[in-house]
């Protein structure tokens, strides 16, 4: 339970024997009905009476403390602690005192089943864009005006030749490796609340895509290498990813039941090296029927 401690101090009105006034007197009250009246008797013989209030509480069994300038803020803060307890988390004051660097590496730590594209995709935005502008502040220190500020600055960016836009497809994946950096932050209680609320990205405009006909299909197969040419059959047929197609092995093919089995995909590691790995899903782990145009060698197979 959040407490308040009032610290009084002051100086005694009395005066010495030999004439000076003696030194500062300080103590500490509860702020309770008792611990009042205690500190009401404490400074009435004080002058310069200087007070000061401190929330007390408990965080993941610690006692942590937050200084305040006047009571209405001390007792609004005991109450925000408070609310924040019924609704099953607290925030300690300081995990907000850590940088935004620290932060960033105890996110990429705290998802081992994160696929490493995803890692390095994340280390490349916080190591190009997000570190140099903001990684040594504290979290404490970063308001929504701040992300705000640093979303515009990507949107427009110095080069050497002058200035130059990022795309808004990159300031959008830039900006969700920070806001699930903030994220993280506050669901462990680093912070209360993450600044990454209300940002306004630069509009993306959906690119045209073209649909690949049957006879386009024909033409870039029979182009591809013989070597490579079933990939966009089995590709285009069965609806399968490149990473799909490119993992697939001899066992993953039942000709006689005309069945492909997909259980692997070809991703990349963190540093960009080409590895296997499973699908992003379970869904993605799955038993597809091969049509006989597959089983009969189309054009461009040979």
Not at 73 to 85: C, D, I, K, P
Not at 195 to 201: E, G, K, Q, W
Request: proline share 6%.
């Amino acid at each position: 339970m959040a407490y308040i401690e009032i610290r009084a101090s002051g100086l005694p009105t009395s005066i010495l024997s030999d004439g000076t006034k003696p030194q500062r007197v300080r103590r500490v009250f509860r702020n309770t009905r008792d611990g009042i009246a205690e500190k009401n008797v404490f400074v009435a013989d004080l002058c310069d009476v200087h007070l000061s209030y401190d929330v007390r509480y408990k965080v993941h069994g610690r006692l942590v403390s937050e200084s305040c300038d006047s009571k209405r803020e001390a007792v609004a803060r005991v109450t925000e602690v408070e609310s924040a307890r019924a609704r099953g988390y607290a925030v300690d004051p300081a995990g907000g005192r850590i940088t935004v660097d620290e932060l960033a590496e105890k996110w990429l730590a705290s998802d081992p089943g994160k696929r490493g594209s995803t890692v390095g995709r994340d280390r490349s935005a916080l190591r190009a864009h997000i570190s140099p502008a903001i990684g040594t502040r504290q979290l404490l220190t970063i308001h929504q005006p701040d992300v705000q500020q640093l979303v515009n600055g990507w949107a427009i960016q110095m080069s050497p030749r002058g200035k130059r836009r990022m795309a808004p497809k990159t300031v959008e994946r830039t900006y969700g490796t920070l806001r699930a950096a903030f994220a993280y932050a506050e669901s462990i209680g680093l912070i209360p609340r993450s600044p990454c609320h209300d940002v306004n990205l630069p509009k993306t405009t959906n690119r045209v895509r073209r649909v690949v006909s049957p006879d386009d299909v024909v033409a870039l197969a029979t182009a591809m290498d013989s070597r490579y040419a079933p990939m966009v059959w089995v590709g285009a047929l069965l609806g399968l990813r490149w990473g799909e197609v490119a993992a697939l092995r001899i066992g993953s093919l039942d000709l006689l039941a005309r069945t492909l089995t997909v259980t692997e995909t070809v991703t990349r590691d963190e540093h960009g090296r080409p590895i296997l790995g499973p699908p992003k899903s379970e869904a993605g782990v799955r038993l597809l029927s091969m049509p006989q145009a597959l089983e009969r060698a189309p054009i461009g197979w040979r």
